[in-house]
């Protein structure tokens, strides 16, 4: 198993600012994932961070917009950047159980709960 | 179309009850597939992994029917503590990211 402590756990933020959440995992890892959840929505994958090496963005997602930090193999930090109201969501990391690619648990941060006004 | 679909919900049900939520995935490639539970401001916790042959955890049952491209979880004997968002959730060949559904809310009425 995996135990994340991922902070700050809520923040208002005034429009036009950035906020970094910061994500520490109590083992290392490979990959850790940031996901966005919108309210009433599911989880949708930003993108990947690995150590490194730069980030992986999905689709819709940009650099200059969450740029990803990952110095070292149990940390990795978002910023979500130029805030704007559409921005305010749930961010979550997360990480894989073990090394195997399949049928592993993912585990999960307890989210930053964001609103920007 | 969503690359994993499930039941809107939200279902009401009475404690005792039997329920399904169903999940249909489109990408043929996808070889993981789990359920996911998540309380009301809570991150998302595994219930369960799902197997080609099916299997089952105490009153979860969860069945894949990779041909169908379709998965569900049975919940039998509903308890209070049931209540939550059920994540139908997909792991992609060569990808370790997961592939969310929308979740299914259920709440089980006393």
């Known amino acids: 198993s995996a135990v994340i402590s991922q902070k700050p756990s809520r923040d208002i933020c005034q429009r036009g600012t950035s906020l970094t959440i910061q994500c520490q995992v109590d083992?290392?890892?490979?990959?850790m994932f940031w996901y966005r959840q919108q309210p009433g929505q599911s989880l949708t994958l930003i993108a990947t961070a690995n150590q490194g090496s730069e980030a992986t963005y999905e689709s819709g997602f940009v650099i200059d917009k969450f740029p990803i930090s990952r110095p070292n193999l149990t940390f990795s930090t978002l910023t979500v950047s130029n805030m704007s109201p559409e921005d305010s969501s749930i961010y979550l990391c997360?990480?894989?159980?073990?090394?195997?690619?399949?049928?592993?648990?993912?585990?999960f941060g307890q989210g930053t709960r964001l609103t920007v006004v | 179309r969503k690359e994993v679909e499930q039941d809107p919900g939200p279902f009401n049900v009475p404690e005792g009850a039997t329920v399904a939520f169903n999940c249909t995935y489109s990408n043929s490639a996808s070889q993981s597939f789990f359920w996911y539970r998540q309380d009301c401001r809570k991150e998302p916790k595994l219930l369960m992994s799902?197997?080609?042959s099916g299997n089952e955890d105490g009153r979860f049952t969860a069945q894949l029917n990779r041909a169908s491209q379709y998965i569900s979880l049975l919940i039998r004997d509903s308890k209070l503590s049931d209540s939550a968002t059920y994540l139908c959730?997909?792991?992609?060949?060569?990808?370790?990211?997961?592939?969310f559904g929308s979740g299914t809310r259920l709440q089980v009425q006393p």
């Open positions: 799902v197997y080609s």
């Open positions: 997360s990480v894989d159980a073990g090394q195997a690619l399949m049928n592993t648990e993912a585990f």
């Open positions: 083992s290392q890892v490979t990959m």
């Open positions: 959730v997909v792991k992609d060949t060569g990808r370790r990211a997961l592939t």
